[in-house]
């Protein structure tokens, strides 16, 4: 048995007799030469040739190949595009071959796995099919690259932690209370009572910090009862949290976060920067720091004068600002994330610090990624009496968040955090039109399947 070969390894290797495996592509099946496409894991595509072709047997043939020949032709004339298939044959470099210089003189063509002939997804299929049928559209390059960046943007960003000693954390996804607002909120019955899913790990990310954990950090799913179909919402999605203790200020949590992007993109930008140039004709930019940082308030103005107004004065910023500060941004210091920071205490949550001189403000930010937010920090209250007002304050039960503000009564250090959304800066840094394209299985107000 010959040894199984990535497809992507094969330029690099002599010619001779090699064995791959994936699923076939395209067949060409002429007369006397029959041509396959076959593609693997590794991404890459090799053209597969039957020069053998036998369309009948001679009976009165004593060639003993004559029968191998046959079976061989006829398998491939028979074939549909998506089989899994193992073949073995001679690997012959040549440089007419445009798909990767090299193709393969089939000796044995083996079906493992026979497809449906009737595709459910073609190459113009529209973003529903696609993700009806996800493991399909997943097989195109494209789609294997987003994970494979996925793969090591997350690899880079736990180094980061795992150098400064965070400890990785599972918290629970059922819950008891809401984690943010009611708002958003997926309730369901859970034996006699009522659970929440989680909306983000934060009040238990928390408690890392009452558990003198230091840093923390978690890459989970997230849960939002939030009904709009936009490019950039799913009830489901992976957030990308971490909470450490002994900050001064959110500018602490603002450092850290920079110093994670750029070594998640510096990751991406080595590993796949050749393949995502290739693949989608981008290029990955490493982003310089420190990344630019405006007070909202200002942020309102500098928008203002763009001709944009921010609907309610005491709101947040919306995507139509989001987008105009961006342009700003990228006009003034050309850069493409920009921190907004201390959120009015209206519209960010009870647990926020506040400004030491002024409680209407929060020590808080948003990061936006070309015009997109793509995270949300701060600092949080750690004084008991302070947080309880806060709790009250925002009108909330203060003995359905009992479990949580325990965590603040027996000690705890200064600490800050930020939530980012995975989706997010993968179909932006990827220039990708939805979370859709860039999340393993969506999950939508209307999509529960597969
Ligand atoms: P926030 O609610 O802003 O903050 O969420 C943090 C980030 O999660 C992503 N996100 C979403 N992604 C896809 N679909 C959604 N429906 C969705 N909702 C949010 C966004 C967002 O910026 N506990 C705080 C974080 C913290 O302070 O640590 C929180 O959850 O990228």
């Avoid at 529903?128 to 294997?144: G, H, I, K, N």
């Avoid at 949080?380 to 009992?402: F, N, T, Y």
């Avoid at 995975?422 to 860039?438: P, Y």
Wanted: with cysteine; aromatic share 10%; hydrophobic share 40%.
């Amino acid at each position: 048995m010959i040894e199984r070969v990535l497809i992507s390894e094969l330029a690099g290797r002599e010619d001779g007799p090699v064995s791959v495996s994936g699923w076939v592509e395209k067949v060409r099946d002429q007369r006397y030469v029959q041509f396959v496409v076959l593609r693997d894991e590794s991404g890459q595509a090799v053209q597969l040739v039957n020069g053998g072709v036998v369309r009948e047997l001679d009976p009165n043939s004593e060639d003993p190949k004559d029968p191998a020949r046959f079976e061989r032709t006829t398998a491939i004339s028979e074939v549909a595009t998506g089989s899994f298939v193992t073949v073995s044959g001679e690997l012959q470099h040549n440089e007419r071959v445009k798909l990767g210089g090299v193709e393969i003189q089939i000796d044995e063509f083996n079906v493992i796995t026979k497809a449906d002939p009737d595709t459910p997804v073609q190459p113009d299929s529209g973003i529903d099919v696609r993700l009806d049928w996800r493991f399909l559209d997943l097989r195109r390059p494209e789609q294997a690259l987003i994970f494979k960046v996925q793969t090591t943007f997350l690899h880079a960003l736990r180094q980061v932690w795992i150098d400064r000693g965070f400890i990785e954390v599972q918290t629970p996804k059922l819950m008891a209370s809401a984690s943010e607002s009611r708002a958003e909120l997926f309730s369901l019955e859970y034996f006699d009572t009522t659970a929440y899913l989680a909306q983000s790990p934060q009040l238990f990310k928390q408690m890392a910090q009452a558990a003198g954990f230091g840093g923390i950090f978690e890459v989970g799913p997230a849960f939002r009862a939030d009904p709009s179909f936009t490019s950039r919402h799913a009830t489901e999605f992976t957030s990308i949290d971490c909470e450490f203790s002994w900050i001064d200020s959110h500018e602490d949590v603002m450092q850290l976060h920079e110093e994670l992007i750029v070594a998640g993109f510096t990751a991406v930008k080595e590993k796949h920067g050749a393949e995502i140039e290739k693949l989608f004709g981008i290029t990955v930019e490493v982003p310089s720091t420190p990344f630019p940082r405006i007070p909202l308030a200002e942020a309102k103005e500098i928008v203002k004068e763009r001709g944009y107004e921010v609907p309610r004065a005491d709101a947040d910023m919306d995507p139509e600002g989001e987008r105009q500060i961006h342009a700003y941004v990228k006009e003034k210091y050309g850069h493409d994330f920009v921190f907004l920071t201390d959120y009015a205490t209206s519209i960010r949550p009870f647990y926020h610090m506040r400004h030491a001189d002024n409680n209407e403000l929060t020590c808080s930010y948003d990061l936006i990624y070309r015009g997109t937010e793509i995270s949300t920090g701060a600092q949080r209250e750690h004084r008991i009496e302070v947080l309880e007002e806060q709790v009250k304050e925002k009108g909330m039960d203060p003995a359905e968040l009992k479990f949580y503000l325990d965590f603040f009564r027996h000690g705890v250090p200064p600490h800050g955090g930020f939530g980012m959304g995975l989706a997010r800066v993968l179909m932006l840094m990827l220039e990708q039109a939805s979370i859709r394209e860039v999340t393993y299985l969506f999950r939508g107000p209307t999509r529960l399947l597969p």
